[in-house]
Protein backbone atom coordinates (compact mmCIF):
# COMPACT_ATOMS: atom_id res chain seq x y z
CA UNK A 1 0.00 0.00 0.00
CA UNK A 2 0.93 3.38 -0.91
CA UNK A 3 1.92 5.81 1.80
CA UNK A 4 -0.30 8.28 1.27
CA UNK A 5 -3.37 5.59 0.83
CA UNK A 6 -2.36 4.20 4.49
CA UNK A 7 -2.44 7.92 5.66
CA UNK A 8 -5.71 8.30 4.00
CA UNK A 9 -7.30 5.28 5.44
CA UNK A 10 -5.89 5.77 8.90
CA UNK A 11 -7.61 9.43 9.03
CA UNK A 12 -11.04 7.81 7.95
CA UNK A 13 -10.76 5.29 10.35
CA UNK A 14 -9.49 7.18 12.62
CA UNK A 15 -12.91 9.50 12.12
CA UNK A 16 -14.70 6.89 12.10
CA UNK A 17 -14.21 5.61 15.59
CA UNK A 18 -14.19 9.64 16.73
CA UNK A 19 -18.05 9.76 15.35
CA UNK A 20 -18.66 6.22 17.38
CA UNK A 21 -17.73 7.28 20.17
CA UNK A 22 -19.49 10.91 19.95
CA UNK A 23 -22.49 9.11 19.00
CA UNK A 24 -21.96 6.44 22.14
CA UNK A 25 -21.49 9.59 24.40
CA UNK A 26 -24.73 11.84 22.90
CA UNK A 27 -27.09 8.64 23.24
CA UNK A 28 -25.72 7.94 27.13
CA UNK A 29 -25.82 11.79 28.24
CA UNK A 30 -29.96 11.92 26.49
CA UNK A 31 -30.59 8.77 28.46
CA UNK A 32 -29.43 10.29 31.65
CA UNK A 33 -31.06 13.34 30.99
CA UNK A 34 -34.12 11.58 29.90
CA UNK A 35 -33.85 9.76 33.32
CA UNK A 36 -33.60 13.50 35.27
CA UNK A 37 -36.56 14.79 33.25
CA UNK A 38 -38.68 11.71 33.93
CA UNK A 39 -37.82 12.23 37.69
CA UNK A 40 -38.38 15.81 37.84
CA UNK A 41 -41.92 15.84 35.89
CA UNK A 42 -42.88 13.17 38.40
CA UNK A 43 -41.95 15.67 41.18
CA UNK A 44 -43.91 18.84 39.88
CA UNK A 45 -46.59 16.61 38.70
CA UNK A 46 -47.17 15.37 42.57
CA UNK A 47 -45.89 18.70 43.80
CA UNK A 48 -48.91 20.53 41.50
CA UNK A 49 -51.43 17.34 42.80
CA UNK A 50 -50.73 17.66 46.47
CA UNK A 51 -50.07 21.27 46.95
CA UNK A 52 -51.51 23.20 44.13
CA UNK A 53 -54.36 21.89 42.27
CA UNK A 54 -55.42 20.29 45.46
CA UNK A 55 -55.37 23.01 47.36
CA UNK A 56 -57.11 25.54 44.96
CA UNK A 57 -59.76 23.66 44.35
CA UNK A 58 -62.87 22.85 46.96
CA UNK A 59 -65.43 20.02 45.90
CA UNK A 60 -69.23 21.58 46.60
CA UNK A 61 -71.74 19.34 47.45
CA UNK A 62 -75.74 19.90 47.45
CA UNK A 63 -77.21 19.42 50.20
CA UNK A 64 -80.60 18.69 49.07
CA UNK A 65 -81.80 15.12 48.32
CA UNK A 66 -83.46 15.55 44.76
CA UNK A 67 -83.03 19.25 44.06
CA UNK A 68 -83.87 18.73 40.05
CA UNK A 69 -87.04 16.55 41.10
CA UNK A 70 -85.43 14.00 38.52
CA UNK A 71 -87.38 11.45 40.48
CA UNK A 72 -90.53 12.37 39.34
CA UNK A 73 -91.99 10.05 37.60
CA UNK A 74 -95.37 11.01 34.52
CA UNK A 75 -98.18 11.15 36.72
CA UNK A 76 -96.92 10.39 39.60
CA UNK A 77 -94.22 11.87 42.55
CA UNK A 78 -92.44 8.95 43.80
CA UNK A 79 -89.70 10.89 45.88
CA UNK A 80 -89.64 10.50 49.56
CA UNK A 81 -87.30 13.38 50.30
CA UNK A 82 -89.73 16.05 49.70
CA UNK A 83 -93.13 17.09 51.58
CA UNK A 84 -96.11 17.97 49.77
CA UNK A 85 -98.69 20.08 51.33
CA UNK A 86 -101.87 21.83 50.39
CA UNK A 87 -101.60 23.04 46.98
CA UNK A 88 -98.41 21.22 45.89
CA UNK A 89 -98.34 19.05 43.20
CA UNK A 90 -95.49 17.37 41.72
CA UNK A 91 -95.15 17.19 37.84
CA UNK A 92 -93.31 15.64 34.96
CA UNK A 93 -93.92 17.45 31.63
CA UNK A 94 -91.45 16.81 28.57
CA UNK A 95 -93.37 19.45 26.61
CA UNK A 96 -92.07 21.69 28.78
CA UNK A 97 -88.07 23.88 29.71
CA UNK A 98 -87.96 21.78 32.61
CA UNK A 99 -89.23 17.49 32.22
CA UNK A 100 -89.67 17.50 36.40
CA UNK A 101 -90.66 20.46 38.91
CA UNK A 102 -93.05 21.33 42.06
CA UNK A 103 -96.05 23.27 40.79
CA UNK A 104 -97.73 25.64 43.89
CA UNK A 105 -101.14 27.10 43.76
CA UNK A 106 -100.60 30.08 45.54
CA UNK A 107 -103.68 29.59 47.84
CA UNK A 108 -102.03 28.22 50.94
CA UNK A 109 -99.54 26.06 49.30
CA UNK A 110 -96.72 24.33 51.47
CA UNK A 111 -94.26 22.33 50.74
CA UNK A 112 -90.59 21.41 52.27
CA UNK A 113 -87.91 19.03 53.09
CA UNK A 114 -86.11 18.10 56.32
CA UNK A 115 -82.59 16.02 56.60
CA UNK A 116 -79.79 15.14 58.62
CA UNK A 117 -77.46 18.28 58.27
CA UNK A 118 -74.34 16.11 59.15
CA UNK A 119 -75.19 14.57 55.40
CA UNK A 120 -73.25 17.64 53.78
CA UNK A 121 -73.09 20.47 56.52
CA UNK A 122 -70.35 20.65 58.70
CA UNK A 123 -70.04 21.70 62.31
CA UNK A 124 -67.78 24.78 62.75
CA UNK A 125 -66.79 26.91 66.00
CA UNK A 126 -67.43 29.99 63.42
CA UNK A 127 -70.45 31.01 61.53
CA UNK A 128 -70.56 28.89 57.75
CA UNK A 129 -71.90 30.44 54.30
CA UNK A 130 -74.55 28.84 52.69
CA UNK A 131 -75.19 29.19 48.98
CA UNK A 132 -79.12 28.92 48.50
CA UNK A 133 -80.60 28.56 44.72
CA UNK A 134 -83.68 27.85 43.04
CA UNK A 135 -85.51 28.43 39.89
CA UNK A 136 -88.97 29.98 39.72
CA UNK A 137 -91.54 29.96 36.84
CA UNK A 138 -94.72 31.84 37.22
CA UNK A 139 -97.58 32.04 34.81
CA UNK A 140 -99.08 35.70 35.79
CA UNK A 141 -98.09 38.86 38.02
CA UNK A 142 -98.94 37.23 41.50
CA UNK A 143 -99.02 38.75 44.78
CA UNK A 144 -98.31 36.73 47.98
CA UNK A 145 -97.94 36.30 51.80
CA UNK A 146 -95.34 33.61 53.47
CA UNK A 147 -93.72 33.21 49.90
CA UNK A 148 -90.28 33.71 51.01
CA UNK A 149 -88.21 30.25 51.23
CA UNK A 150 -86.37 29.75 54.40
CA UNK A 151 -83.49 27.39 55.93
CA UNK A 152 -84.28 26.13 59.78
CA UNK A 153 -81.16 24.29 60.76
CA UNK A 154 -81.38 23.15 64.15
CA UNK A 155 -83.86 25.29 65.89
CA UNK A 156 -82.86 28.48 63.88
CA UNK A 157 -85.06 29.69 61.43
CA UNK A 158 -83.28 31.72 58.07
CA UNK A 159 -85.84 33.66 55.78
CA UNK A 160 -84.30 34.28 52.39
CA UNK A 161 -84.69 38.03 51.47
CA UNK A 162 -87.51 39.53 49.63
CA UNK A 163 -86.39 39.96 46.41
CA UNK A 164 -86.35 36.35 46.32
CA UNK A 165 -89.40 35.83 46.86
CA UNK A 166 -91.85 32.33 44.93
CA UNK A 167 -94.29 34.93 43.68
CA UNK A 168 -93.67 38.56 41.68
CA UNK A 169 -94.39 39.89 38.24
CA UNK A 170 -94.33 36.79 35.47
CA UNK A 171 -91.40 35.58 34.86
CA UNK A 172 -90.66 32.41 32.46
CA UNK A 173 -87.77 30.62 34.74
CA UNK A 174 -85.68 33.12 36.44
CA UNK A 175 -82.91 32.00 38.95
CA UNK A 176 -83.08 33.34 42.44
CA UNK A 177 -80.22 33.07 44.36
CA UNK A 178 -78.89 34.02 48.02
CA UNK A 179 -76.13 33.34 50.75
CA UNK A 180 -76.72 32.92 53.88
CA UNK A 181 -74.08 33.17 57.32
CA UNK A 182 -75.43 30.55 59.51
CA UNK A 183 -74.51 28.50 62.49
CA UNK A 184 -73.82 24.83 62.19
CA UNK A 185 -72.79 23.90 65.69
CA UNK A 186 -73.94 20.34 66.02
CA UNK A 187 -73.65 17.18 64.07
CA UNK A 188 -77.02 16.19 64.69
CA UNK A 189 -78.41 19.45 63.92
CA UNK A 190 -81.34 19.24 60.85
CA UNK A 191 -81.65 21.37 57.53
CA UNK A 192 -85.31 22.08 56.04
CA UNK A 193 -86.02 24.21 52.83
CA UNK A 194 -89.61 25.36 53.36
CA UNK A 195 -92.12 26.75 51.79
CA UNK A 196 -95.12 27.26 54.79
CA UNK A 197 -99.09 28.70 54.03
CA UNK A 198 -98.15 30.52 50.73
CA UNK A 199 -101.22 32.90 50.54
CA UNK A 200 -102.48 34.68 47.22
CA UNK A 201 -103.18 38.76 47.57
CA UNK A 202 -104.29 39.05 43.75
CA UNK A 203 -107.65 40.99 43.10
CA UNK A 204 -110.51 38.84 43.50
CA UNK A 205 -111.39 38.83 39.87
CA UNK A 206 -108.66 36.57 39.17
CA UNK A 207 -109.52 32.42 38.49
CA UNK A 208 -107.14 31.14 41.45
CA UNK A 209 -107.05 28.17 39.51
CA UNK A 210 -105.20 29.73 36.63
CA UNK A 211 -102.04 30.88 39.37
CA UNK A 212 -99.29 28.61 38.57
CA UNK A 213 -95.94 29.07 40.17
CA UNK A 214 -93.46 26.29 39.30
CA UNK A 215 -90.17 25.48 41.19
CA UNK A 216 -86.90 23.44 40.26
CA UNK A 217 -82.97 23.34 40.73
CA UNK A 218 -83.28 23.64 44.33
CA UNK A 219 -79.70 24.24 45.62
CA UNK A 220 -78.71 24.18 49.52
CA UNK A 221 -74.78 24.21 49.04
CA UNK A 222 -72.22 24.87 52.02
CA UNK A 223 -69.32 26.95 50.51
CA UNK A 224 -67.94 28.33 53.34
CA UNK A 225 -64.75 26.74 52.11
CA UNK A 226 -64.97 28.82 48.54
CA UNK A 227 -63.84 32.05 50.93
CA UNK A 228 -60.58 33.17 51.65
CA UNK A 229 -59.72 37.25 53.33
CA UNK A 230 -61.11 39.68 51.44
CA UNK A 231 -63.40 37.38 49.65
CA UNK A 232 -67.46 38.69 49.81
CA UNK A 233 -70.83 36.76 49.25
CA UNK A 234 -71.32 39.27 46.39
CA UNK A 235 -68.31 37.78 44.52
CA UNK A 236 -68.82 33.96 45.66
CA UNK A 237 -72.57 34.56 44.23
CA UNK A 238 -71.78 36.29 40.82
CA UNK A 239 -68.79 33.23 40.45
CA UNK A 240 -71.19 30.55 41.60
CA UNK A 241 -74.07 32.08 39.26
CA UNK A 242 -72.19 32.19 36.56
CA UNK A 243 -70.44 29.17 36.76
CA UNK A 244 -73.28 26.48 38.16
CA UNK A 245 -75.34 25.65 34.93
CA UNK A 246 -79.22 25.16 35.92
CA UNK A 247 -79.19 22.13 33.07
CA UNK A 248 -80.65 19.14 34.26
CA UNK A 249 -77.49 17.07 33.13
CA UNK A 250 -75.14 19.49 34.90
CA UNK A 251 -77.15 19.61 38.21
CA UNK A 252 -76.79 15.84 38.92
CA UNK A 253 -73.29 16.27 38.15
CA UNK A 254 -73.23 18.85 41.03
CA UNK A 255 -75.06 16.60 43.09
CA UNK A 256 -72.45 13.84 42.84
CA UNK A 257 -69.31 16.84 43.39
CA UNK A 258 -68.35 19.51 41.50
CA UNK A 259 -65.49 21.08 41.92
CA UNK A 260 -65.26 24.71 42.19
CA UNK A 261 -62.22 26.84 41.98
CA UNK A 262 -61.91 29.27 44.94
CA UNK A 263 -61.82 32.64 44.00
Known amino acids: MKKNGFIATSLMFSFFIIFLTMTLMIMATYTQYQTL ?6 NVLNDLNDNVIIGKFTTLYNSIIDGDFDSIKTGAFNS ?10 AYNDESTQRSS ?8 ASFGQTINSSRLLKKRATS ?7 NVFRNYTINCTNDQPYLKIGSITYTLKAE ?3 CGEYSSWNLYSEILTVNVNSDS ?11 TGVDN ?3 FSE ?9 VIDVTDVYKNGTTDAQVKAFLDSELSSSHDQFLLLDGGYPIKKR
Not at 80 to 89: D, I, R, S
Not at 211 to 219: C, E, K, R, T
Open 164 to 166: NRL
Open 128 to 134: SKIYVRY
Open 205 to 207: DTN
Open 37 to 42: INSSNE
Open 211 to 219: LNINIDNVM
Open 189 to 199: QYLGFNVSNMK
Open 101 to 108: YIRLKPTA
Open 80 to 89: TAWTLGTNAV
